[in-house]
């Protein structure tokens, strides 16, 4: 199929499936409305929600922080909270760098290198707070028995021992996934964005 | 005529182009009519900053298209749009097959192209000339003739697979 019969194709489709004026001036008023209605929609609920998720969770550990004993279980929480602040700044970092409505007239080509940028950026930050995350569920293991039961399993042999090898075994696992996942985007964006900046004016 | 008469107008002037553009980086119905939805409140947004000295449809394609790149980027999720009454949409009625069989064609040679290549791709199949791709694309008229012949050659290879 060379081209041109493409762009018959195409031609003939378009045409058939689009002959008459669909859109009345009552359709394009709702259509914006509905579209401002769930734009806010979607910038409140998402973060709002992964936000109040860790800040509940960072005050459960500060107003429970006598509970914790031992220096171990202590600097475990620490860390603990060090990640509850840093995991969804990062997620919002990552998401943040959306163009706004005004830069969508910009050259086709400014667009893509911003896209195949953000890209990158987002699979980055993607990979660290995966990695971020691994940790934070293994520091919430360590603290949770204390905090509803007094138990502390620092001293729990049995958990050592079945802990390090299973939880060896998911990181390996888990990583893997990360790594081909992300990296598969990482290529794509990083070879759009050396073709853009070749014939980039 | 106040600013939404304009605007209105100017839909309606060219929704075809609007269409056509959902149509192409899309392949099935609710994302189609998702992105034709969000073009139109991404150009209300940005109606502002329209300038005369343009061409109105250079200036929609621009925006529908940019819209399009990262309209792709959100993926599956739930679909917030106004119903289109099917009766009045001619993509559902009996050419509805066809258009669909065509487009299943076009989008499977196309699949594997990034998405600059999309976007020249979809320009021309919409006979613009090169001045004007240059124009909407943001590259030298030169460049589009070669970025033309390599994505022939890209689709030769894609359909001889």
């Known amino acids: 199929m060379e081209l041109d019969d493409l762009k018959n194709d195409w031609e003939s489709a378009t045409n058939k499936a689009h002959k008459q004026n669909i859109l009345t001036s009552k359709m394009i008023i709702k259509m914006t409305q509905k579209k401002y209605e769930s734009k806010i929609r979607k910038i409140k609920y998402p973060e709002l929600t992964g936000g109040i998720i860790c800040i509940l969770g960072l005050s459960f550990i500060v107003f429970n922080f006598n509970k914790l004993d031992t220096p171990f279980l202590q600097s475990i929480s620490v860390v603990t909270i060090f990640l509850l602040l840093i995991i969804p700044a990062l997620s919002y970092l990552s998401v943040i760098s959306f163009p706004s409505a005004n830069n969508f007239d ?58 390090f090898p299973i939880g060896y075994i998911f990181l390996i696992f888990f990583s893997k996934r990360v790594k081909k996942y992300y990296n598969n985007s990482l290529t794509q964006a990083g070879e759009l964005l050396k073709e853009v900046e070749i014939y980039h004016k | 005529m106040g600013k939404k008469d304009l605007f209105i107008k100017s839909i309606q002037e060219n929704e075809r182009l609007i269409y056509k553009v ?19 409140y991404t150009l ?30 959100k993926g599956k999720r739930n679909i917030n749009t106004v119903p289109i009454n099917s009766e009045i949409l001619n993509f559902s009625e009996t050419n509805n097959d066809d258009f669909n069989e065509k487009m299943l064609t076009l989008q ?18 919409e006979s613009k000339s090169h001045e004007e791709i240059a124009e909407i694309v943001g590259i030298s008229r030169s460049n589009v003739g070669t970025k033309l012949s390599r994505i022939k050659d890209k689709l030769k290879q894609e359909i001889f697979k």
Not at chain 2, 50 to 71: C, D, E, G, P
Not at chain 2, 108 to 125: A, P, S, V
């Open chain 1, 106 to 163: 910009k050259p086709y080509i400014d667009i893509i290198q911003n896209f195949a940028k953000q890209k990158l950026r987002f699979s980055k930050y993607q990979k660290v707070n995966a990695f971020l995350n691994y940790l934070l569920l293994v520091t919430i293991i360590i603290l949770l028995p204390k905090f509803f039961s007094g138990k502390d399993i620092t001293f729990a042999k049995s958990f050592w021992l079945f802990a």
């Open chain 2, 22 to 40: 959902a149509a192409f980086y899309t392949d099935c119905q609710d994302d189609r009519d998702d992105l034709v939805q969000e073009i139109i």
């Open chain 2, 44 to 73: 209300w947004k940005s109606f502002e900053t329209f300038k005369q000295n343009a061409a109105l449809s250079t200036w929609m394609y621009r925006v529908a298209m940019n819209v399009a790149i990262f309209h792709l980027k």
């Open chain 2, 108 to 125: 499977k040679h196309i699949r594997n192209l990034n998405l600059f290549d999309k976007g020249i791709l979809m320009l021309y199949l």
